[in-house]
């Protein structure tokens, strides 16, 4: 059974930087993608990248501040987050889906990680 176990979250001060992984038993997905939830708000897409890596998509919310990566060798995928605001302050998870990287429903994701605690100090 595939599992994703999500890591490298923590408490970070705005402005700053964190990395997160998401280790996969075998990555067998179209796209794999990032979402978040904050308290008391609905979840949220992040970013997707493709099987090959050369597909990616990402929210307005986080275009040019976030990059998702993929290491299909180590079936390992990546979030680097920089410039990092308050507002990005949520649980972390990552999903294996199917189809194109711009669709973001989190119905097109079939499996999913417990998902990483992300804290940003203003």
């Known amino acids: 059974q595939v599992r994703l176990v999500e890591s490298g979250g923590g408490l970070v001060q705005a402005g700053g930087s964190l990395r997160l992984s998401c280790a996969a038993s075998?990555?067998?997905?179209?796209?794999m993608a990032w979402f978040r939830q904050a308290p008391g708000k609905e979840q949220e897409f992040v970013a997707s990248?493709?099987?090959?890596?050369?597909?990616?998509y990402y929210a307005d919310s986080v275009r040019g501040r976030f990059t998702i990566s993929r290491n299909s060798a180590k079936n390992m995928m990546y979030l680097q987050m920089n410039s990092l605001r308050p507002e990005d302050t949520a649980v972390y998870f990552c999903?294996?889906?199917?189809?194109?990287?711009?669709?973001?429903?989190?119905?097109?994701?079939?499996?999913w990680g417990q998902g990483t605690q992300v804290t940003v100090s203003s």
């Open positions: 999903a294996g889906g199917q189809g194109a990287v711009w669709k973001v429903g989190a119905d097109t994701y079939g499996l």
């Open positions: 075998r990555l067998t997905f179209d796209k």
């Open positions: 990248i493709g099987r090959i890596g050369s597909d990616t």
